[in-house]
């Protein structure tokens, strides 16, 4: 980025800030009439001068997480609550359906003990769980990181690979197809059954129908939020049993409905 290019970010952003500042200053003038806003006001998605989030208009990133610079998300992917991506000094690349939850970090490495420049990569249907730390490190397709793993810089996780939860994985580190991995330092378990290969993709495919229900619960307008507020209330206190003897149906309101992918015990509707 030039000086002129500078010169007009540092213009947009004062006039951003003075936007914010309005508002407090209406806000303080509404006195016991302010209005008090329910909705989140965090900033989900910032750039780094010229380093500006790409991310896909089917992935979901949730109120609270941060994704900073040069960062890519893919296709129907999800970043939960309280999760950093910050790709300031190095790029982030997160493929298609890969699920990073809630209070991860992932971060790259400009410079370590190696002297390499490392972005940090994450293939499709990945499941990074809650709290994992990555560090210019590689996760291939489909593997599974356990919460609260680290992995730190020139790690390669290969396809259908698992990290325990806990692990610490030093670095320049690879994890070969199949196998789980665990402990500090992190050292070879055991190979992977077929049942938890496939728990792997079916973990990635049961996040990407939830961030679904988020991303629409997330959407909705205040007015919405308190209409349903009401409505839940309203049916707290009803009886299925007492309203069976009577002969009376009472149907829920289409707004207070989970879509059957996220319910346990139904299976989607076929569609038409």
Known sequence: MGTLGRAIYTVGFWIRETGQAIDRLGCRLQGNYL?????????????IFDKVPNVHKDAFVAPGASVIGDVQV???????????????????HVGSSTNIQDNSLVHVAKSNLSGKVLPTIIGDNVTIGHSVVLHGCTVEDEAFVGMGAVLLDGVVVEKHGMVAAGALVRQNTRIPCGEVWGGNPAKFLRKLTEE??????????????????HAVENAKSFDEIEFEKVLRKKFARRDEEYDSMLGVVREVPPELILP???????????SH
């Open 74 to 92: 893919g296709q129907g992917s999800s970043i939960w609550y309280g999760c950093v991506l910050r790709g300031d000094v190095n790029s982030i």
């Open 260 to 270: 059957d992918n996220v319910l346990p015990d139904k299976s989607p509707k076929p």
């Open 196 to 213: 938890e290969v496939a728990f792997i993709s079916q973990s990635a495919t049961n996040y990407t129908n939830l961030a679904q229900v």
């Open 35 to 47: 209005f008090q806003e329910q909705l989140s006001r965090h900033r989900t998605l910032m750039n």
